[in-house]
């Protein structure tokens, strides 16, 4: 139990475009959901809080225009990186509150040509 | 505000010998919890084992298990009998139930596992 799928885990787009990255939990209703950036050989760096039916909480120096986060319903919540430029090229993970803890998707690789 | 602090970015193990991972935390909160995430070249997250800061009995998880020392704000995690497939990045993190909710992640440890 306590699945969370991620899509795409891996994206090339072209500079100036925009892509979309999905977090689904499966089995479980998820009112929180929160996303991560993960540059190579570093830790997880929290972006933002998803919280269902209500804006996103970022985190400082995270602009919210750029990463754009919707959660519509209690199992869906979404990124769109907008106006994608080279330096937005990293891993990005979700990961849903489940209780005291939490579930990981399987992260999204993405790559801004 | 929370922080973990893993003071070993790489650590290398013998196959079937035994390893402990360290890692330390700072928190003026009670009620909280802790974990370890491996991380493997999939870069998929897995949950490795979870403490309850009220329980002061050590989790283990089969061959997984940690050292949490309350007072000295200590979490170690050792990993007996090593595998080759242990072979990751392993994250200790924190989360409390109060507040923001959010986990607060350390630096990481890259576990090399020798044949």
């Known amino acids: 139990g306590a699945v969370v799928s991620q899509h795409p885990s891996w994206v090339i787009c072209k500079s100036g475009t925009s892509v979309k990255i999905e977090c689904r939990s499966l089995?479980?209703?998820?009112?929180?959901m929160f996303w991560y950036r993960q540059f190579p050989k570093q830790s997880l760096m929290l972006m933002a809080t998803?919280?269902?039916?209500?804006?996103?909480?970022?985190e400082q120096g995270v602009e919210k225009d750029k990463f754009l986060i919707n959660h519509a319903s209690l199992t869906l919540s979404t990124l769109t990186v907008t106006s994608a430029h080279p330096e937005d090229s990293s891993f990005y993970i979700c990961?849903?509150?489940?209780?005291?803890?939490?579930?990981f998707g399987s992260g999204t690789r993405l790559t801004v040509v | 505000a929370q922080t973990v602090t893993q003071s070993q970015p790489e650590m290398s193990v013998q196959e079937a010998e035994t390893v402990t991972l360290s890692c330390t935390y700072d928190?003026?909160?009670?009620?909280?919890?802790l974990f370890w995430y491996k991380q493997p070249p999939s870069r998929q997250m897995i949950l490795v084992i979870r403490?309850?800061?009220?329980?002061?009995q050590n989790a283990t998880e089969n061959r997984f298990s940690v050292n949490f020392q309350k007072a000295a704000k200590s979490f170690s995690l050792k990993i007996s009998d090593s595998q080759l497939g242990d072979a990751a990045m392993y994250f200790c993190a924190y989360w409390s139930s109060g507040g923001y909710q959010k986990v607060t992640f350390g630096t990481g440890t890259k576990l090399q596992v020798i044949p």
């Open positions: 998803s919280n269902e039916g209500s804006k996103a909480t970022y």
């Open positions: 089995d479980f209703q998820a009112t929180t």
């Open positions: 403490q309850e800061a009220y329980k002061q």
């Open positions: 990961s849903a509150s489940r209780g005291y803890g939490y579930t």
């Open positions: 928190t003026s909160e009670s009620d909280y919890y």
